[in-house]
C-alpha cells in the first residue's frame, strides 16, 4: 500500500479516530473526531471555532490520531498518525457537508455551518497494525515531506546465530538466511524479547 491508501483507509473504511491534543498545562486531551477527505498527502476535518478542542489545534498545531475497525482485538486493523496542522478556515465546509451528509443533522441551516473551520494534517508520520492477519502485518509511512523515524528491533554484525532470539519471537519474524540474522519488520510487534534474549547483545532498538 502506498501512503494515499492509509489516507484513504482513514477516511472511508473507519472515519471516527480518536484524536490526541495537548492542553496549556501540557496535559493529553483527548477527543472523538472524524475524518472527512483526503488527498495523496493530507487529511482534512473540521471543529467548530468555539471547542477547547479549536484552541488547543490553534496554540499547538499538532495532534496524534489513531483509527481502529474491527469486531474484536483479533479482527482489529489500527492506523495511527502524528501530523502538523492548520486552519484552512470556512471556504471547504460545503463540499465537506456534500461529502459527509450525515453533518445536516448537526448543524441544518446555514447559519449554524458557519461556526465551523476546516483543518488540514498536511505533515506527518504514521503507522498500519493489522491483527487480523497472521502473522500480524506493520508498516510505516509519511506524508507532507516528513521524514520516516527509525523504529524496530535490529539485528546488528555482534550476532553469532546462536538462535535464542528464535524461540522468544512470538511472531517468527527472525530470518536466519545469513548472519547477522535479520528481523522481518513487516510483522514485528515491536515486543522486544529479541533483545532481552540475546546473549551477544546483538539486537539494538532503533531510535533510543
Not at 143 to 155: E, V
Request: a negative charge; proline letters at 4%; aromatic letters at 10%.
Amino acid at each position: 500500500m502506498e501512503t494515499k491508501d492509509y489516507l484513504d483507509y482513514v477516511v472511508h473504511q473507519i472515519h471516527r479516530t480518536i484524536v490526541a491534543t495537548v492542553d496549556e498545562e501540557g496535559l493529553p486531551v483527548t477527543a472523538a473526531i472524524d475524518m472527512m477527505d483526503c488527498d495523496e498527502s493530507s487529511l482534512y476535518f473540521l471543529t467548530a471555532r468555539g471547542k477547547g478542542f479549536y484552541n488547543r489545534l490553534i496554540r499547538r498545531q499538532y495532534l496524534a490520531f489513531t483509527a481502529l475497525k474491527g469486531e474484536d482485538t483479533m479482527s482489529s486493523v489500527a492506523v495511527s498518525v502524528r501530523g502538523k496542522v492548520r486552519e484552512l478556515g470556512y471556504d471547504r465546509i460545503p463540499d465537506l457537508f456534500e461529502k459527509n451528509p450525515y453533518m445536516h443533522a448537526i448543524y441544518p441551516t446555514e447559519e449554524a455551518m458557519h461556526a465551523l473551520t476546516v483543518f488540514q494534517i498536511y505533515e506527518g508520520t504514521g503507522e498500519w497494525f493489522d491483527l487480523s492477519k497472521k502473522p500480524i502485518e506493520r508498516a510505516s509511512f509519511t506524508f507532507g515531506g516528513a521524514k520516516k523515524a527509525a523504529d524496530g528491533y535490529h539485528i546488528t554484525d555482534r550476532c553469532t546465530g546462536c538462535g535464542a532470539c528464535i524461540g522468544v519471537c512470538p511472531q517468527g519474524c527472525i530470518v536466519q538466511d545469513s548472519l547477522p540474522y535479520e528481523i522481518s519488520q513487516t510483522h514485528c510487534l515491536h515486543c522486544g524479547n529479541c533483545m532481552e534474549a540475546c546473549p551477544a547483545g546483538a539486537v539494538e532498538r532503533a531510535g533510543r
